[in-house]
């Protein structure tokens, strides 16, 4: 009887370590699938970023491109529609010769036709 009763023991004992050497190695890969799951999904993700990036940078780079295109076409246009200091001055200097000369030859007209006018009235 204590011979069958320590085959019993002995029988559970290996019993209750061989469930805990299943329930050990299907843990383990349990937690192995688990692993490469997880991989998986941040390997995915990861190439979404890469990609994602890739396209943003590529939109940052054409906006860029862009705008010093935009800049350059405006610095072109103001060289091109504004007249530069020392030629505004000598424009404006012409236009206050032009006047000034008309002013005196109307100045000149009129005192003529003063006297026109003066002598007629006292012939």
């Known amino acids: 009887m204590i011979a069958d ?3 019993l023991v002995i029988f559970g004992a290996a019993g209750f370590v061989i469930n805990i050497v299943v329930l050990t190695v299907g843990g383990i890969m349990a937690l192995s699938r688990a692993e490469a799951s997880i991989r998986e999904t941040i ?18 780079g054409e906006t860029t491109a862009a705008i010093r295109q935009k800049v350059t076409e405006v610095e072109l246009w ?12 000598q424009v404006t200097e ?5 006047i000034q000369n008309m002013g005196d030859r109307l100045e000149t007209r009129l005192l003529r036709m003063e006297s026109k006018i003066d002598k007629q009235s006292h012939d």
Do not use: P
């Open 43 to 60: 390997n995915d993700h990861r190439a979404e970023i890469e990609d994602e990036f890739v396209r943003v940078r590529k939109e940052v």
């Open 5 to 7: 009763q320590t085959l």
């Open 78 to 89: 103001g060289r091109d529609n504004f007249v530069k200091k020392e030629t505004f001055t």
């Open 94 to 98: 012409r236009f206050e010769k032009s």
